[in-house]
């Protein structure tokens, strides 16, 4: 019998303290993640961002510029784990209850 792999956690946490011009991308996985991309959707500015390596306990940082603090939107972060399988989490900046 075929048992399938067990579900895979994203390994962020977002920090949003200094939302909602920045927010940082912390790693709380146990494994490093390779090839780390990430890419702004919504209002205002925010540079994409490519990282080679984020390792365990590390952050990344991302700013919105000019964007209205209701709606900063979404980030899509893109990376591989070690054993080269590609991942795609869709972030949302603000929601309820998560503006300043």
Do not use: K
Request: hydrophobic share 35%; net charge neutral; glycine share 8%.
């Amino acid at each position: 019998m075929h048992h399938p792999a067990p579900a895979y956690a994203v390994p962020f946490t977002i920090d949003r303290s200094q939302a909602p011009r920045r927010y940082d991308l912390v790693n709380t996985g146990d494994e490093p993640v390779d090839g780390l991309t990430l890419t702004h959707l919504g209002t205002g500015y925010s540079p994409p961002l490519a990282v080679h390596r984020l390792e365990p306990g590390r952050h990344l940082s991302v700013a919105v510029f000019g964007a209205d603090p209701q709606d900063t939107g979404a980030v899509i972060v893109r990376w591989r784990r070690p054993d080269r399988s590609e991942y795609l989490w869709r972030m949302s900046l603000v929601g309820p209850g998560l503006h300043p």
